[in-house]
């Protein structure tokens, strides 16, 4: 199937590790060329090798995607290098890194995940997006979570800042429909990363996704899994491939909308 993204220029902020790293992977692969950034420019250059041990077309850049300066040294740069930006994929995103009610959350643990998740989506979508209207064409995405529409006990802040992303989705495709620019927004459940594999593989699970689920609803990763009416946890490719759909021609009369990839597990 010809997705026609040959020669597209794609940004895919948090691509040094999880979703973001499958993206720019599978994007490169079908022939776009691809800007990395993530915070750690470390991880972006080990995604940049990955891209480059199969021909494809990049750069790495470290980004801070809750710094505006930094995202628009990033947008400069991606434009100087390869001139012109058609695709936007906003992937950078934080977890709690504890669990907790909101009567003890830290103020300091809120801000962070509003920062990173909301701001960050913001201020990206803001500057890449005033190159898209220019030209009059682009896709923006941006990944948001299931817990944009389920709330999760433990998991305040990480759930507001996904539902914030679905609403500022919605109101950026309004805003930007009359410049041909579709936004839409991707929301995984829950999905196997290779953080969460290292986690699980080591019996260490504190900072991976079953500690999460189990904060969340009091059961273990295989009474979750269960519950999950497709019966299985997500693989990066599923996330990958809806990716795929909404940023090809066959989603080109898509926008603004909220594409859940996650077993129907939305709805337990």
């Known amino acids: 199937?010809?997705?026609?993204?040959?020669?597209?220029?794609?940004?895919?902020?948090?691509?040094?590790?999880?979703?973001?790293?499958?993206?720019?992977?599978?994007?490169?692969?079908?022939?776009?060329?691809?800007?990395?950034?993530?915070?750690s420019l470390e991880k972006a250059l080990?995604?940049?090798?990955?891209?480059?041990?199969?021909?494809?077309?990049?750069?790495?850049?470290?980004?801070?995607v809750s710094n505006e300066q930094n995202v628009m040294d990033m947008v400069d740069e991606a434009v100087s290098h390869f001139n012109t930006i058609d695709i936007l994929i906003n992937s950078a995103g934080i977890f709690s890194k504890h669990p907790l009610p909101v009567i003890e959350l830290s103020v300091e643990e809120w801000d962070s995940i509003m920062n990173i998740n909301?701001?960050?989506?913001?201020?990206?979508?803001?500057?890449?997006?005033?190159?898209?209207?220019?030209?009059?064409?682009?896709?923006?995405?941006?990944?948001?979570s299931i817990a944009a529409k389920t709330p999760r006990m433990n998991l305040s802040a990480y759930s507001t800042s996904k539902?914030?992303?679905?609403?500022?989705?919605?109101?950026?495709?309004?805003?930007?429909?009359?410049?041909n620019v579709r936004v839409n927004a991707l929301?995984?459940?829950?999905?196997?990363?290779?953080?969460y594999e290292a986690a699980r593989l080591s019996g260490n699970m504190s900072n991976?996704?079953?500690?999460i689920i189990s904060a969340s609803i009091s059961g273990d990763i295989k009474t979750f899994r269960s519950a999950i009416p497709l019966k299985r946890v997500a693989e990066l490719e599923d996330q990958v491939n809806a990716a795929l759909f909404l940023t090809s021609p066959m989603a080109r009369h898509i926008t603004?909308?909220?594409?859940?990839v996650d077993g129907e597990e939305s709805i337990i």
């Open 1 to 39: 199937m010809n997705l026609d993204l040959k020669d597209k220029v794609i940004i895919i902020t948090g691509s040094g590790s999880g979703i973001g790293r499958s993206l720019t992977k599978v994007f490169a692969e079908h022939g776009c060329k691809v800007v990395i950034t993530d915070v």
């Open 46 to 64: 080990e995604t940049k090798e990955i891209v480059d041990r199969f021909g494809g077309s990049s750069i790495a850049l470290r980004c801070d």
């Open 118 to 144: 909301l701001k960050g989506t913001f201020l990206c979508s803001k500057h890449v997006g005033k190159v898209l209207c220019e030209k009059r064409e682009g896709v923006i995405i941006n990944i948001a």
């Open 163 to 179: 539902a914030a992303i679905a609403q500022l989705t919605k109101i950026t495709a309004l805003e930007m429909a009359e410049y």
């Open 187 to 195: 929301c995984p459940g829950a999905t196997v990363t290779p953080m």
């Open 208 to 211: 991976g996704l079953e500690d």
């Open 256 to 260: 603004g909308q909220l594409l859940f």
